[in-house]
């Protein structure tokens, strides 16, 4: 059902992704500070998903999942039909709702279902999975915008309406499962967990660098068009599809600290030479190695699980993305008139928060448990 679902997510918000750029340039007629504030406004429901754990007094967390995912396939299908400024704000915070409230419960639920020796496999399953319909979704965007020639209006509904459908699905072909623990409904905030805390704040800084400036710099700077953004996403796509399984078993046996420290060096390197990339082809390379990096983040999930009460998985979930997303809450807007300045100001700053979190995963142990968070 996990995987099912995160397929069902990653269609959605696939299909609204490989179109943003170019809608808002080509559609809305957006700059770096709109694509900003715009990204912003996506992340305020992360910033907020902390409040999933007073919703879970009224519905259970599976049941909230797919109401989340039914908002992400709503938000997206209705998208393309308003092609301005203040509609392009309003569908993008209710596709954006879905998808945060969805991603804390899929957190949750994977944590407290999957096994700790087996979570880094399993989760890299349901990557895996994902990326299956990622792949789906941005083949169907290449295919119906260069060889369909359908607009923009018609490849977001099909890509919304397809996590409706599952959403359907779902509901009627699976049963209520149970969590083997009860969880707490109450915030959690211990001190305890507070590199964890850390490396999830630092890691919403800078991957706000990737989501929104990246792909940003493909269509502003290199001129690549809808097909072949979607091409660049679908090669993503295909690498997790491929590795994000061995990824997975790759830091069960390597540990947590190495695949963070791996993780943390590359990107270093990436956003550093993001900042002087002048050739179209070298930044599609850089963009392709930027994304194999973030499969490592599994890493920092299967850390947490390891250093948690099992009752503290689910307000827990939900207190990490609000932390996650306190910084993307004010990145995209800041960087966004930084980008109108010097966009390499912007790179740069990126490069310096992957040393950041660089430094603080050297603090994990290598067997990480309750009472042994750090080394």
């Known amino acids: 059902m996990l995987m099912v679902m995160w397929a069902a997510m990653n269609f959605s918000f696939a299909a609204w992704q490989a179109l943003l750029n170019n809608f808002a340039i080509q559609r809305v007629g957006f700059t770096g500070a709109e694509i900003g504030i715009l990204q912003s ?16 007094f009224l519905v259970r967390e599976q049941t909230l999942a797919l109401m989340s995912l039914l908002l992400l396939g709503l938000g997206t299908a209705v998208t393309g039909l308003f092609a301005n400024e203040i509609g392009f704000y309003a569908t993008t915070l209710l596709m954006s709702i879905g998808f945060h409230y969805y991603e804390t419960m899929n957190q949750s639920l994977s944590l407290q279902w999957l096994d700790k020796k087996d979570a880094p496999h399993g989760l890299g399953r349901i990557i895996s999975a994902g990326s299956m319909a990622t792949i789906a979704a941005y083949g169907l965007v ?11 209006v018609v490849i977001y509904a099909i890509g919304g309406l397809a996590s409706v459908a599952v959403v359907i699905f779902v509901w009627s072909a699976y049963p209520q499962f149970r969590a083997s623990v009860p969880q707490r409904r109450a915030l959690v905030l211990r001190s305890r967990y507070w590199l964890y805390y850390a490396l ?4 919403g800084a800078r991957r706000q660098i990737f989501v929104v400036f990246a792909g940003f710099m493909m269509v502003e700077r290199f001129g690549y068009s809808v097909a072949a953004i979607a091409t660049l996403f679908l090669a993503n796509a295909v690498f997790n599809m491929l590795f994000a399984p061995k990824i997975g078993a790759l830091i069960g046996h390597w540990g947590e600290r190495r695949a963070l420290t791996l993780e943390y060096a590359g990107l270093v390197v990436v956003f550093a030479m993001y900042a002087f990339v002048s050739n179209p082809w070298v930044a599609a390379g850089l963009y392709l190695l930027d994304h194999a990096f973030f499969a490592l983040a599994i ?17 827990t979930a939900g207190v990490a993305f609000s932390i996650n997303h306190i910084a993307a809450i004010v990145i995209p807007v800041a960087f966004g ?19 950041v979190s660089l430094v603080l995963a050297r603090l994990i142990p290598r067997h990480p448990a309750p009472g042994h968070e750090l080394i």
């Open 142 to 152: 290449f295919i119906a915008w260069k060889w369909l020639r359908l607009d923009f």
């Open 200 to 203: 999830t704040f630092m890691a």
């Open 299 to 315: 890493a920092m999930k299967t850390y947490f699980q390891k250093i948690a009460d099992p009752g503290d998985i689910a307000p």
């Open 41 to 56: 406004i996506r992340e305020i429901p992360g910033f907020l998903a902390f409040a999933t754990v007073f919703v879970l």
């Open 337 to 355: 008139f930084l980008w109108l300045i010097d966009p390499a100001i912007v790179f740069l700053s990126g490069a310096a928060m992957a040393g």
